[in-house]
T-cell receptor
């Protein structure tokens, strides 16, 4: 079974620009979560989608948004990029039975904002 | 609130044992454990649920003390492949879809 695929692997953007990251979950997984990973803060929850509905959102500004498509693929968008947005963005898929199900992480997208 | 992991880092020789702890200030519904190697994705190790159910790899053992809101991961007879950063993720409510992760414990196993 193919794992979680995230594209692109690396991105370099300039302050003020916007960026879209993509995540393809494991086949059959309907839940997709997004996390921001930084050395100082660790893994921070961004949001979770299930069947195209956002079920939970973390404590991030409105510049961070996401969506999920009918095939469970998900995208997240960050507008008006700031230097502090530089991080590894991880997507994880699961069967979606709440937190009873393990998360399967992708390799992440490394975003650098200059 | 972010759970607190201890120790922050530990160095072991092959064959030695280690315990990684995860403490929360909130009542817990579930605790997840993941291991992340440098440059790789976090990999699922175990879920411990309120009520005693556990899901995970047979070679990994962990405990969940609901009253103390703590979980511990036990690594026995460590191998070089155990090296990595271990994260616990906690959930404080049934039906929640969000894990709050600790800052991680860096484990290094040396020959």
């Amino acid at each position: 079974k193919a794992g979680v695929t995230q594209t692109p692997r690396y991105l370099i953007k300039t302050r003020g620009q916007q960026v879209t990251l993509s995540c393809s979950p494991i086949s059959g997984h309907r839940s997709v979560s997004w996390y921001q990973q930084t050395p100082g803060q660790g893994l921070q929850f961004l949001f979770e989608y299930f069947s195209e509905t956002q079920r939970n959102k973390g404590n991030f500004p409105g510049r961070f948004s996401g969506r999920q498509f009918s095939n469970s693929r998900s995208e997240m968008n960050v507008s008006t990029l700031e230097l502090g947005d530089s991080a590894l963005y991880l997507c994880a898929s699961s069967l979606g039975q709440g937190t009873n199900s393990p998360l399967h992480f992708g390799n992440g997208t490394r975003l650098t904002v200059t | 609130q972010q759970p607190v992991q201890s120790p922050q880092a530990v160095i072991l020789r092959e064959g030695e044992d280690a315990v990684i702890n995860c403490s929360s200030s909130k009542a817990l519904y579930s605790v997840h454990w993941y291991r992340q190697k440098h440059g790789e994705a976090p990999v699922f190790l175990m879920i411990l649920l309120k009520g005693g159910e556990q899901k995970g790899h047979e070679k990994i053992s962990a405990s969940f003390n609901e009253k103390k809101q703590q979980s511990s991961l036990y690594l026995t007879a460590s191998q070089l492949s155990y090296s990595g950063t271990y994260f616990c993720g906690t959930d404080s409510g049934a039906g929640s879809y969000q894990l709050t992760f600790g800052k991680g414990t860096k484990l290094s196993v040396i020959p």
